[in-house]
């Protein structure tokens, strides 16, 4: 079994920056991918960027260039460098691990907000 554990969420301003970290546990293969997605209040569950154990990386064309995927594979955890946050980043932002299984984190709220 494998656990995800987000943290970092926040209120944080327009043009601002938030960091979030997702820590997994348990039995976990090396060769994995992990991602964040995000869900906004009313809308669909969407995948936010992403990044394989290899270090290849993802983005969703919404926060290409404002957002950075990165990774500890010694700490197993991954973690979404928010920079200059609109009010459409609002959501849940869920972590997810794709190896042998699928596995989700419990969410972290961020709201971007004046």
């Known amino acids: 079994q494998v656990q995800l554990v987000e943290s970092g969420g926040g209120l944080v301003q327009p043009g601002g920056s938030l960091r979030l970290s997702c820590a997994a546990s348990g039995r976990i293969f090396s060769i994995n991918t992990m991602a964040w997605y995000r869900q906004a209040p009313g809308k669909q569950r969407e995948a936010v960027a992403s990044?394989?154990?290899?270090?290849?990386?993802n983005y969703a064309e919404s926060v290409k260039g404002r957002f950075t995927i990165s990774r500890d594979n010694a700490k197993n955890t991954v973690y979404l460098q928010m920079d200059s946050v609109k009010p459409e980043d609002t959501a849940v932002y869920y972590c997810?691990?794709?190896?042998?299984?699928?596995?989700w984190g419990q969410g972290t709220q961020v709201t971007v907000s004046s």
């Open positions: 990044i394989t154990s290899a270090g290849s990386t």
């Open positions: 997810r691990l794709v190896s042998r299984d699928t596995y």
